[in-house]
């Protein structure tokens, strides 16, 4: 049972324009929600991550939503580069525990 | 601090052969975690552990997976016998506390190929 969900794999967009990437989860016990970048050949490195108690949290260009109540985040790239091509991972925790559960990754590609 | 290193960064092993991963994490963590990513199932978790005691291996696919953490700097996950199913990428990552309000940090992975 993925807890996890990205349920669109890859994503196209142009430079310069924004970037939503979206993931669903189904625990409600999950309270700390991350999103890691992957580029190819290398581990995942940490973006952003929100606390169940906000609702939005902004890095920079980076900014993360959390709508509890529909078990859905999103992250917000704006505006989007060619160097923010990379494989993204939502990954959520809750705690009582100390793992993190991650979905399946959306491939994001910006066009220059 | 180097990070979590991963040893070997490829391995390439005929099927039925004993594999050995490598990890150390990052000095002062105490929570480790072994992941492997695919296609299908994104970064799916193997095990964890915390304070060097394994929490959680329920992410074991089977009974040929095992995972050892002898003391805070050095964790091994071993597969015997290999099979070509088992071929993907590893992760081992580290984190202080783990879990809400932390972040892991990962290593970069070890490539398995199993023939």
């Known amino acids: 049972d993925q807890q996890v969900k990205q349920n669109s794999p890859s994503l196209s967009v142009q430079e310069g324009r924004i970037s939503i990437l979206n993931c669903d989860y189904t625990n409600s016990m999950f309270d700390y929600f991350l999103w890691y970048k992957k580029y190819p050949a290398e581990g995942p490195t940490f973006l952003i991550s929100i606390s169940s108690i906000k609702d939005k949290n902004e890095d920079g260009r980076f900014t993360v939503f959390l709508n509890k109540s529909a078990k859905h985040l999103s992250l917000h790239i704006v505006p989007s580069q060619p160097g923010d091509s990379a494989v993204y991972f939502c990954a959520a925790s809750d705690s009582g525990t100390y793992k993190y559960i991650f979905g399946t990754g959306t491939r994001l590609k910006v066009l220059a | 601090d180097a990070g979590v290193i991963q040893s070997p960064r490829h391995e390439v092993t005929e099927m039925g052969q004993e594999v050995t991963l490598r990890c150390k994490p990052i000095s002062g963590h105490n929570s480790l975690f072994w992941y492997r990513q695919t296609m299908m199932r994104g970064l799916e978790l193997l095990i964890y552990f915390n304070n060097n005691v394994p929490i959680d291996d329920s992410g074991m696919p089977e009974d040929r997976f095992s995972a050892k953490m002898p003391n805070a700097s050095f964790s091994t996950l071993k597969i015997q016998p290999s099979e070509p199913r088992d071929s993907a990428v590893y992760f081992c990552?580290?984190?202080?506390?783990?879990?809400?309000?932390?972040?892991?940090?990962f290593g970069q992975g070890t490539r398995l190929t199993v023939v």
């Open positions: 990552a580290s984190s202080l506390g783990g879990g809400a309000g932390t972040e892991a940090f």
